[in-house]
Protein backbone atom coordinates (compact mmCIF):
# COMPACT_ATOMS: atom_id res chain seq x y z
CA UNK A 1 0.00 0.00 0.00
CA UNK A 2 1.20 3.52 -0.35
CA UNK A 3 1.59 5.03 2.60
CA UNK A 4 2.75 9.10 1.33
CA UNK A 5 0.05 11.24 1.46
CA UNK A 6 -1.94 11.83 -1.43
CA UNK A 7 -1.03 15.72 -3.28
CA UNK A 8 -2.80 15.47 -6.82
CA UNK A 9 -6.15 17.65 -6.27
CA UNK A 10 -8.63 15.06 -7.82
CA UNK A 11 -7.48 12.54 -5.07
CA UNK A 12 -8.30 14.97 -2.65
CA UNK A 13 -11.31 15.74 -3.94
CA UNK A 14 -12.66 11.93 -4.21
CA UNK A 15 -11.76 11.65 -0.41
CA UNK A 16 -13.91 14.87 0.09
CA UNK A 17 -17.25 13.74 -1.45
CA UNK A 18 -17.06 10.61 0.29
CA UNK A 19 -16.76 11.82 2.95
CA UNK A 20 -18.98 14.77 2.80
CA UNK A 21 -21.77 12.77 1.89
CA UNK A 22 -22.28 10.23 4.35
CA UNK A 23 -22.05 13.33 6.84
CA UNK A 24 -24.02 14.99 5.40
CA UNK A 25 -26.90 12.39 5.31
CA UNK A 26 -26.09 12.02 8.82
CA UNK A 27 -26.74 15.93 9.92
CA UNK A 28 -29.75 15.53 7.68
CA UNK A 29 -31.29 12.49 9.55
CA UNK A 30 -30.72 14.00 12.72
CA UNK A 31 -31.85 17.85 12.18
CA UNK A 32 -35.22 16.50 10.48
CA UNK A 33 -36.30 16.13 14.08
CA UNK A 34 -35.49 19.73 15.09
CA UNK A 35 -37.07 20.96 12.11
CA UNK A 36 -40.13 19.64 12.74
CA UNK A 37 -40.17 19.82 16.50
CA UNK A 38 -43.35 21.78 16.43
CA UNK A 39 -45.08 19.69 14.16
CA UNK A 40 -43.50 16.33 16.09
CA UNK A 41 -45.06 17.75 19.48
CA UNK A 42 -48.45 17.50 18.11
CA UNK A 43 -47.78 13.49 17.21
CA UNK A 44 -45.74 12.03 20.26
CA UNK A 45 -47.07 13.79 22.92
CA UNK A 46 -50.62 14.80 24.77
CA UNK A 47 -51.93 18.10 22.61
CA UNK A 48 -54.11 19.17 26.15
CA UNK A 49 -50.59 21.09 27.16
CA UNK A 50 -49.26 22.69 23.64
CA UNK A 51 -46.14 24.59 25.61
CA UNK A 52 -45.60 21.04 27.60
CA UNK A 53 -45.68 19.23 24.58
CA UNK A 54 -43.17 21.32 22.43
CA UNK A 55 -41.02 21.59 25.34
CA UNK A 56 -41.22 18.29 26.11
CA UNK A 57 -40.06 17.48 22.18
CA UNK A 58 -37.29 19.55 22.20
CA UNK A 59 -36.09 17.67 25.21
CA UNK A 60 -36.19 14.59 23.03
CA UNK A 61 -34.20 16.75 20.43
CA UNK A 62 -31.40 17.54 23.26
CA UNK A 63 -31.22 13.86 24.28
CA UNK A 64 -29.71 13.11 20.76
CA UNK A 65 -27.22 15.26 21.30
CA UNK A 66 -26.24 14.49 25.67
CA UNK A 67 -25.68 10.70 24.20
CA UNK A 68 -23.09 11.97 21.39
CA UNK A 69 -20.17 11.90 23.95
CA UNK A 70 -21.02 7.95 24.33
CA UNK A 71 -20.99 7.49 21.03
CA UNK A 72 -17.21 9.72 20.58
CA UNK A 73 -16.74 7.15 23.45
CA UNK A 74 -17.63 3.98 21.48
CA UNK A 75 -17.00 4.55 17.71
CA UNK A 76 -13.75 6.86 18.90
CA UNK A 77 -12.02 3.59 20.43
CA UNK A 78 -13.30 1.60 16.88
CA UNK A 79 -11.85 4.11 15.10
CA UNK A 80 -8.39 3.92 16.75
CA UNK A 81 -8.49 0.17 16.77
CA UNK A 82 -10.00 -0.79 13.66
CA UNK A 83 -9.97 1.99 11.13
CA UNK A 84 -11.87 5.14 9.91
CA UNK A 85 -13.65 3.61 7.05
CA UNK A 86 -15.50 0.52 8.61
CA UNK A 87 -16.51 2.58 11.78
CA UNK A 88 -18.42 5.53 10.04
CA UNK A 89 -19.89 2.88 8.12
CA UNK A 90 -21.21 1.68 10.60
CA UNK A 91 -22.23 5.10 12.26
CA UNK A 92 -24.00 5.62 9.17
CA UNK A 93 -26.65 2.70 9.09
CA UNK A 94 -27.40 2.91 12.80
CA UNK A 95 -28.67 7.10 12.02
CA UNK A 96 -30.41 6.02 8.81
CA UNK A 97 -32.24 3.40 10.30
CA UNK A 98 -33.47 4.99 13.22
CA UNK A 99 -34.47 8.04 10.96
CA UNK A 100 -36.43 6.15 9.04
CA UNK A 101 -38.28 3.98 12.19
CA UNK A 102 -39.44 7.60 13.68
CA UNK A 103 -41.25 8.33 10.34
CA UNK A 104 -43.42 5.15 10.94
CA UNK A 105 -43.61 5.21 14.88
CA UNK A 106 -47.53 6.01 15.23
CA UNK A 107 -48.80 8.74 16.76
CA UNK A 108 -49.69 8.54 20.50
CA UNK A 109 -53.27 8.96 20.35
CA UNK A 110 -53.24 5.68 18.69
CA UNK A 111 -50.57 4.01 21.12
CA UNK A 112 -49.89 6.41 23.64
CA UNK A 113 -46.74 7.56 26.13
CA UNK A 114 -45.49 4.12 23.66
CA UNK A 115 -44.74 6.78 21.32
CA UNK A 116 -42.81 9.36 22.43
CA UNK A 117 -40.53 6.16 24.53
CA UNK A 118 -39.64 4.66 21.15
CA UNK A 119 -38.88 8.03 19.27
CA UNK A 120 -36.96 9.05 22.34
CA UNK A 121 -34.99 5.21 22.02
CA UNK A 122 -34.65 5.88 18.23
CA UNK A 123 -33.37 9.65 18.75
CA UNK A 124 -30.41 8.30 21.28
CA UNK A 125 -29.35 5.17 18.46
CA UNK A 126 -29.15 9.08 16.72
CA UNK A 127 -26.85 10.28 18.94
CA UNK A 128 -25.00 7.77 19.28
CA UNK A 129 -24.25 7.66 15.58
CA UNK A 130 -23.42 10.78 15.05
CA UNK A 131 -21.31 10.96 18.16
CA UNK A 132 -19.30 8.26 16.37
CA UNK A 133 -19.63 9.84 12.70
CA UNK A 134 -17.94 13.69 12.65
CA UNK A 135 -14.49 12.53 14.15
CA UNK A 136 -13.97 9.98 11.66
CA UNK A 137 -14.74 12.01 8.90
CA UNK A 138 -12.44 14.91 9.98
CA UNK A 139 -10.05 12.68 10.63
CA UNK A 140 -10.12 10.92 7.35
CA UNK A 141 -10.27 13.88 5.40
CA UNK A 142 -7.26 15.39 7.65
CA UNK A 143 -4.86 12.40 7.76
CA UNK A 144 -5.02 13.41 2.94
CA UNK A 145 -4.69 16.52 3.30
CA UNK A 146 -1.32 18.15 2.57
CA UNK A 147 0.49 19.64 4.85
CA UNK A 148 -0.75 23.49 5.50
CA UNK A 149 -3.86 23.08 4.17
CA UNK A 150 -5.95 21.06 6.87
CA UNK A 151 -7.82 24.02 7.59
CA UNK A 152 -8.96 24.50 4.07
CA UNK A 153 -9.82 21.05 3.43
CA UNK A 154 -11.53 19.95 6.19
CA UNK A 155 -13.71 23.05 6.35
CA UNK A 156 -15.30 21.30 3.38
CA UNK A 157 -16.80 18.33 5.92
CA UNK A 158 -17.79 21.23 7.90
CA UNK A 159 -20.28 22.73 5.82
CA UNK A 160 -21.66 19.33 5.75
CA UNK A 161 -24.00 20.34 9.15
CA UNK A 162 -25.37 23.17 7.36
CA UNK A 163 -25.91 22.04 4.11
CA UNK A 164 -27.37 18.87 6.17
CA UNK A 165 -30.13 21.28 7.39
CA UNK A 166 -30.04 23.22 4.28
CA UNK A 167 -31.26 20.08 2.75
CA UNK A 168 -33.81 18.75 5.82
CA UNK A 169 -35.49 22.37 5.34
CA UNK A 170 -36.23 22.30 1.57
CA UNK A 171 -37.25 18.87 1.74
CA UNK A 172 -39.52 19.89 4.56
CA UNK A 173 -40.31 22.99 2.44
CA UNK A 174 -41.48 21.07 -0.79
CA UNK A 175 -43.33 18.50 1.31
CA UNK A 176 -45.60 21.74 2.46
CA UNK A 177 -45.77 22.90 -1.02
CA UNK A 178 -46.98 19.87 -2.71
CA UNK A 179 -49.48 18.85 0.32
CA UNK A 180 -52.52 20.68 1.88
CA UNK A 181 -51.74 21.71 5.44
CA UNK A 182 -54.04 19.02 6.39
CA UNK A 183 -52.22 16.01 4.26
CA UNK A 184 -48.91 17.46 5.55
CA UNK A 185 -50.27 17.40 9.43
CA UNK A 186 -51.97 14.12 8.87
CA UNK A 187 -49.65 12.43 6.96
CA UNK A 188 -47.02 14.09 5.21
CA UNK A 189 -44.33 15.27 8.14
CA UNK A 190 -43.62 11.59 8.04
CA UNK A 191 -42.44 12.04 4.06
CA UNK A 192 -38.43 13.68 5.08
CA UNK A 193 -37.60 10.67 7.47
CA UNK A 194 -38.78 8.20 4.69
CA UNK A 195 -36.87 9.88 2.26
CA UNK A 196 -33.62 9.69 4.42
CA UNK A 197 -33.47 5.51 3.87
CA UNK A 198 -32.80 6.26 -0.02
CA UNK A 199 -29.76 8.89 0.77
CA UNK A 200 -28.19 6.42 3.25
CA UNK A 201 -28.34 3.85 0.32
CA UNK A 202 -26.58 5.39 -2.04
CA UNK A 203 -23.86 7.07 0.53
CA UNK A 204 -23.21 3.38 1.42
CA UNK A 205 -22.53 2.23 -1.99
CA UNK A 206 -20.31 5.69 -2.03
CA UNK A 207 -17.88 4.78 1.04
CA UNK A 208 -17.87 1.13 0.65
CA UNK A 209 -15.23 1.78 -1.79
CA UNK A 210 -13.34 4.20 0.09
CA UNK A 211 -9.69 3.60 0.72
CA UNK A 212 -8.20 3.45 4.46
CA UNK A 213 -6.44 6.67 5.94
CA UNK A 214 -2.66 7.33 4.82
CA UNK A 215 -1.84 8.05 7.93
CA UNK A 216 -3.56 5.50 9.99
CA UNK A 217 -2.61 2.94 7.36
CA UNK A 218 1.19 3.51 7.86
CA UNK A 219 0.97 3.89 11.43
CA UNK A 220 -0.84 -0.15 11.86
CA UNK A 221 1.66 -1.54 9.58
CA UNK A 222 4.02 -0.16 11.77
CA UNK A 223 2.84 -1.65 14.56
CA UNK A 224 1.91 1.85 16.20
CA UNK A 225 -1.70 1.83 16.74
CA UNK A 226 -3.09 2.24 19.90
CA UNK A 227 -4.51 -1.22 21.85
CA UNK A 228 -6.08 1.16 24.83
CA UNK A 229 -7.46 4.55 23.05
CA UNK A 230 -9.45 5.30 26.13
CA UNK A 231 -7.11 4.77 28.21
CA UNK A 232 -3.97 6.72 25.98
CA UNK A 233 -6.77 9.75 25.37
CA UNK A 234 -8.26 10.32 28.78
CA UNK A 235 -5.71 8.22 31.35
CA UNK A 236 -2.39 10.35 30.27
CA UNK A 237 -2.80 13.68 32.01
CA UNK A 238 -0.22 14.75 29.45
CA UNK A 239 -2.76 14.15 26.74
CA UNK A 240 -6.29 15.11 28.87
CA UNK A 241 -4.77 18.60 30.05
CA UNK A 242 -5.43 18.95 25.61
CA UNK A 243 -8.83 17.41 25.88
CA UNK A 244 -10.05 19.77 28.59
CA UNK A 245 -8.21 22.71 26.53
CA UNK A 246 -10.29 21.54 23.54
CA UNK A 247 -13.56 21.17 25.15
CA UNK A 248 -13.77 24.71 27.08
CA UNK A 249 -11.12 26.79 25.43
CA UNK A 250 -12.75 25.89 21.74
CA UNK A 251 -15.71 23.54 21.38
CA UNK A 252 -17.74 24.89 23.97
CA UNK A 253 -18.56 28.10 22.61
CA UNK A 254 -18.58 27.06 19.37
CA UNK A 255 -21.16 25.01 20.20
CA UNK A 256 -23.40 27.58 21.72
CA UNK A 257 -22.95 29.49 18.48
CA UNK A 258 -23.66 27.04 16.30
CA UNK A 259 -26.95 25.85 17.80
CA UNK A 260 -27.98 29.80 18.39
CA UNK A 261 -27.45 31.35 14.75
CA UNK A 262 -28.88 28.10 13.06
CA UNK A 263 -31.14 26.11 15.52
CA UNK A 264 -32.48 29.04 18.35
CA UNK A 265 -32.86 31.40 15.46
CA UNK A 266 -35.47 28.97 13.75
CA UNK A 267 -37.37 28.65 17.35
CA UNK A 268 -37.69 32.20 17.96
CA UNK A 269 -38.79 33.10 14.72
CA UNK A 270 -41.66 30.60 14.65
CA UNK A 271 -42.13 30.08 18.32
CA UNK A 272 -41.48 33.63 19.84
CA UNK A 273 -42.07 35.87 17.05
CA UNK A 274 -45.16 33.62 15.30
CA UNK A 275 -43.84 33.71 11.75
CA UNK A 276 -45.76 31.55 9.31
CA UNK A 277 -43.59 28.37 9.62
CA UNK A 278 -43.43 28.57 5.68
CA UNK A 279 -41.57 31.88 5.64
CA UNK A 280 -39.07 30.33 8.57
CA UNK A 281 -38.10 27.50 6.51
CA UNK A 282 -37.91 30.19 3.52
CA UNK A 283 -35.70 32.10 5.61
CA UNK A 284 -33.42 29.66 7.01
CA UNK A 285 -33.23 28.52 3.54
CA UNK A 286 -31.89 31.64 1.92
CA UNK A 287 -29.52 32.56 5.48
CA UNK A 288 -27.83 29.66 5.27
CA UNK A 289 -27.53 29.20 1.23
CA UNK A 290 -25.89 32.50 1.10
CA UNK A 291 -23.52 31.88 4.60
CA UNK A 292 -22.18 28.35 3.67
CA UNK A 293 -19.34 29.05 1.36
CA UNK A 294 -17.74 31.36 4.48
CA UNK A 295 -16.85 28.29 6.00
CA UNK A 296 -14.42 27.34 3.19
CA UNK A 297 -13.22 31.05 3.55
CA UNK A 298 -12.62 31.22 7.31
CA UNK A 299 -10.99 27.13 7.09
CA UNK A 300 -8.66 28.75 4.67
CA UNK A 301 -8.57 32.01 6.30
CA UNK A 302 -6.92 29.81 9.67
CA UNK A 303 -4.29 28.10 7.79
CA UNK A 304 -3.53 31.60 7.12
CA UNK A 305 -3.16 33.44 10.28
CA UNK A 306 -4.49 30.59 12.94
CA UNK A 307 -7.07 28.84 13.87
CA UNK A 308 -7.19 30.75 17.35
CA UNK A 309 -7.34 34.06 15.73
CA UNK A 310 -10.42 33.37 13.33
CA UNK A 311 -12.79 31.00 15.96
CA UNK A 312 -11.89 33.43 18.90
CA UNK A 313 -12.93 36.48 16.77
CA UNK A 314 -15.87 34.88 15.64
CA UNK A 315 -16.81 34.39 19.32
CA UNK A 316 -16.49 37.68 20.81
CA UNK A 317 -18.22 39.45 18.10
CA UNK A 318 -21.51 36.52 18.06
CA UNK A 319 -21.76 37.32 22.33
CA UNK A 320 -21.80 41.32 22.03
CA UNK A 321 -23.85 41.30 18.90
CA UNK A 322 -26.49 38.64 19.89
CA UNK A 323 -28.92 40.66 22.08
CA UNK A 324 -28.76 43.65 19.30
CA UNK A 325 -29.73 41.30 16.93
CA UNK A 326 -32.43 39.58 18.15
CA UNK A 327 -33.67 42.94 19.58
CA UNK A 328 -34.31 44.13 16.16
CA UNK A 329 -35.57 40.67 14.93
CA UNK A 330 -38.29 40.45 17.13
CA UNK A 331 -39.23 43.69 16.81
CA UNK A 332 -39.60 43.61 12.97
CA UNK A 333 -43.13 41.88 13.91
CA UNK A 334 -44.17 43.55 16.94
CA UNK A 335 -47.67 44.56 16.14
CA UNK A 336 -47.52 47.69 18.07
CA UNK A 337 -45.22 49.40 15.77
CA UNK A 338 -47.77 48.39 13.06
CA UNK A 339 -50.68 50.17 11.91
CA UNK A 340 -53.71 48.07 11.12
CA UNK A 341 -56.91 48.58 8.82
CA UNK A 342 -59.28 47.66 10.89
CA UNK A 343 -61.66 48.17 7.45
CA UNK A 344 -60.01 44.86 6.08
CA UNK A 345 -60.55 42.48 9.60
CA UNK A 346 -62.28 39.54 8.95
CA UNK A 347 -64.09 37.27 10.92
CA UNK A 348 -64.62 33.53 10.87
CA UNK A 349 -66.48 30.92 13.00
CA UNK A 350 -66.50 27.39 12.12
CA UNK A 351 -67.73 24.22 14.00
CA UNK A 352 -65.94 20.95 14.45
CA UNK A 353 -67.58 17.74 15.55
CA UNK A 354 -65.91 14.36 16.52
CA UNK A 355 -68.51 12.21 18.15
CA UNK A 356 -69.74 14.13 21.55
CA UNK A 357 -66.56 16.63 21.33
CA UNK A 358 -67.40 19.61 19.71
CA UNK A 359 -65.04 22.93 19.13
CA UNK A 360 -66.26 25.81 17.76
CA UNK A 361 -63.04 27.45 16.07
CA UNK A 362 -63.00 31.63 15.92
CA UNK A 363 -60.41 32.86 13.09
CA UNK A 364 -59.31 36.23 12.77
CA UNK A 365 -56.99 37.29 9.99
CA UNK A 366 -55.89 41.15 10.28
CA UNK A 367 -54.02 43.38 7.90
CA UNK A 368 -51.63 45.93 8.45
CA UNK A 369 -50.35 49.06 6.24
CA UNK A 370 -46.98 47.43 5.50
CA UNK A 371 -48.44 44.43 4.08
CA UNK A 372 -48.30 42.16 7.00
CA UNK A 373 -50.85 39.75 7.40
CA UNK A 374 -51.70 38.24 11.07
CA UNK A 375 -54.14 35.35 11.55
CA UNK A 376 -55.35 34.53 14.87
CA UNK A 377 -57.18 31.24 16.02
CA UNK A 378 -59.28 30.53 19.07
CA UNK A 379 -60.65 27.49 19.75
CA UNK A 380 -63.66 26.82 22.76
CA UNK A 381 -63.42 23.06 23.81
CA UNK A 382 -66.93 21.93 23.95
CA UNK A 383 -68.28 18.45 25.40
CA UNK A 384 -72.09 17.90 25.08
CA UNK A 385 -72.70 21.29 24.29
CA UNK A 386 -71.55 22.27 27.25
CA UNK A 387 -68.18 24.48 27.57
CA UNK A 388 -65.54 23.06 30.02
CA UNK A 389 -64.58 25.18 32.83
CA UNK A 390 -61.35 25.62 34.26
CA UNK A 391 -61.05 27.55 37.31
CA UNK A 392 -64.00 29.67 36.73
CA UNK A 393 -62.81 30.66 32.61
CA UNK A 394 -63.87 29.02 29.50
CA UNK A 395 -60.82 26.80 27.92
CA UNK A 396 -59.44 28.42 25.22
CA UNK A 397 -56.76 27.39 22.72
CA UNK A 398 -55.10 30.18 20.96
CA UNK A 399 -52.64 30.40 17.80
CA UNK A 400 -51.29 33.04 15.62
CA UNK A 401 -49.29 33.07 11.94
CA UNK A 402 -47.60 36.28 10.96
CA UNK A 403 -47.16 36.26 7.20
CA UNK A 404 -44.61 38.87 6.73
CA UNK A 405 -44.52 41.70 4.10
CA UNK A 406 -41.25 41.44 1.80
CA UNK A 407 -38.78 44.00 3.26
CA UNK A 408 -39.34 42.87 6.57
CA UNK A 409 -38.63 39.34 5.21
CA UNK A 410 -35.63 40.28 4.11
CA UNK A 411 -34.40 42.20 7.22
CA UNK A 412 -34.98 39.06 9.14
CA UNK A 413 -32.83 36.52 6.45
CA UNK A 414 -29.94 39.44 6.93
CA UNK A 415 -30.13 38.75 10.47
CA UNK A 416 -30.16 35.17 10.46
CA UNK A 417 -27.53 35.60 7.77
CA UNK A 418 -25.15 36.93 10.52
CA UNK A 419 -25.53 34.76 12.82
CA UNK A 420 -24.50 31.79 10.55
CA UNK A 421 -21.50 34.16 9.40
CA UNK A 422 -20.85 33.42 13.53
CA UNK A 423 -21.30 30.18 12.92
CA UNK A 424 -18.71 29.97 9.70
CA UNK A 425 -16.04 31.54 12.08
CA UNK A 426 -16.36 29.76 14.74
CA UNK A 427 -16.82 26.17 13.22
CA UNK A 428 -14.89 26.80 10.22
CA UNK A 429 -11.40 26.04 11.29
CA UNK A 430 -11.99 23.76 14.55
CA UNK A 431 -12.05 20.18 12.90
CA UNK A 432 -8.15 20.52 11.61
CA UNK A 433 -7.48 22.39 14.97
CA UNK A 434 -8.82 19.23 17.00
CA UNK A 435 -7.16 17.56 14.86
CA UNK A 436 -3.67 19.11 15.23
CA UNK A 437 -3.84 19.01 18.77
CA UNK A 438 -3.68 14.89 19.09
CA UNK A 439 -1.16 12.18 17.81
CA UNK A 440 -2.69 9.45 15.30
CA UNK A 441 -2.85 6.67 17.58
CA UNK A 442 -5.54 8.43 19.73
CA UNK A 443 -6.62 10.98 17.42
CA UNK A 444 -10.15 9.92 16.48
CA UNK A 445 -11.20 8.97 20.57
CA UNK A 446 -9.46 12.78 22.07
CA UNK A 447 -10.71 15.18 19.66
CA UNK A 448 -14.29 13.33 19.09
CA UNK A 449 -15.21 13.65 22.51
CA UNK A 450 -14.71 17.33 23.34
CA UNK A 451 -16.06 17.97 19.90
CA UNK A 452 -19.28 15.91 21.23
CA UNK A 453 -19.64 17.16 24.91
CA UNK A 454 -18.64 20.96 22.96
CA UNK A 455 -21.63 20.50 20.90
CA UNK A 456 -23.79 17.46 22.34
CA UNK A 457 -24.07 19.12 25.64
CA UNK A 458 -23.56 22.86 25.58
CA UNK A 459 -25.05 23.33 22.01
CA UNK A 460 -28.13 20.62 21.85
CA UNK A 461 -29.26 21.69 25.14
CA UNK A 462 -30.09 25.38 24.10
CA UNK A 463 -33.20 25.08 22.44
CA UNK A 464 -34.54 24.14 25.29
CA UNK A 465 -32.79 25.93 27.95
CA UNK A 466 -32.78 29.03 25.90
CA UNK A 467 -36.63 28.35 25.46
CA UNK A 468 -37.73 27.96 28.90
CA UNK A 469 -36.12 31.05 29.58
CA UNK A 470 -38.09 33.10 27.33
CA UNK A 471 -41.42 31.03 28.49
CA UNK A 472 -40.76 31.69 32.18
CA UNK A 473 -39.84 35.36 31.79
CA UNK A 474 -43.18 36.07 29.44
CA UNK A 475 -44.78 33.90 32.05
CA UNK A 476 -43.61 36.44 34.29
CA UNK A 477 -44.34 39.20 32.81
CA UNK A 478 -41.21 40.72 31.68
CA UNK A 479 -40.94 43.18 29.22
CA UNK A 480 -38.06 41.95 27.26
CA UNK A 481 -38.75 38.36 27.68
CA UNK A 482 -38.20 37.58 24.63
CA UNK A 483 -34.33 38.13 25.01
CA UNK A 484 -33.67 35.86 28.13
CA UNK A 485 -33.23 32.64 25.67
CA UNK A 486 -30.00 34.37 25.21
CA UNK A 487 -27.93 34.69 28.46
CA UNK A 488 -27.41 31.17 27.96
CA UNK A 489 -25.20 31.27 24.64
CA UNK A 490 -23.76 34.86 25.76
CA UNK A 491 -22.50 33.28 29.30
CA UNK A 492 -21.40 29.90 28.00
CA UNK A 493 -19.62 31.46 25.03
CA UNK A 494 -17.80 34.31 27.18
CA UNK A 495 -16.44 31.55 29.22
CA UNK A 496 -15.11 30.04 26.51
CA UNK A 497 -13.32 32.62 25.17
CA UNK A 498 -11.57 33.65 27.98
CA UNK A 499 -10.39 30.11 28.46
CA UNK A 500 -9.35 30.02 24.90
CA UNK A 501 -7.71 33.34 24.73
CA UNK A 502 -5.54 32.71 27.47
CA UNK A 503 -4.31 29.18 27.69
CA UNK A 504 -4.13 28.16 23.78
CA UNK A 505 -1.06 29.03 22.28
CA UNK A 506 -0.21 28.65 18.64
CA UNK A 507 2.31 25.64 19.52
CA UNK A 508 -0.68 23.65 21.08
CA UNK A 509 -2.28 24.31 17.28
CA UNK A 510 0.28 22.66 15.60
CA UNK A 511 1.73 19.87 17.63
CA UNK A 512 0.73 16.78 15.12
CA UNK A 513 0.97 18.34 11.47
CA UNK A 514 1.63 14.76 9.73
Not at 63 to 91: E, H, S
Not at 197 to 222: C, D, G, Q
Not at 461 to 467: E, N
Request: with cysteine; net charge positive.
Amino acid sequence: MNNTIPRKPSSIWSVITASSMGTLIEWYDFYIFGSLAVVLSTKFFPADNPTAAFLSTLATFAAGFVVRPFGALFFGRLGDIIGRKYTFMVTLLLMGGATFIIGCVPSFETIGYAAPFIVLFMRLLQGLALGGEYGGAATYVAEHAPKGQKGFWTSWIQTTATVGLFISLLVILFTRTMLTPEQFDLWGWRIPFWVSILMVYVSYLIRKNMSESPAFAKAKSEGKTSTNPLKESFGNRYNLKFVLLALFGAAMGQGVIWYTGQFYAMSFLERVMSVNPEQVITILVLALLGGTPFFIFFGWLSDKIGRKAVMMSGMLIAILSYRAIYEKMYQTTNLENKTEMVERRTEDQALKQLGDIQDSVFTTIRYFEDGTVVTETRTWHLEKGVSKIVSGKTQIAQAKSIEVNSADKWILTFLVWIQVLFVTMVYGPIAAFLVELFPVRIRYTSMSLPYHIGNGIFGGLLPAISTYFVSNAQNEGKADFYLEGLWYPIIIGAICFIIGVIYITKKMTTRYTD
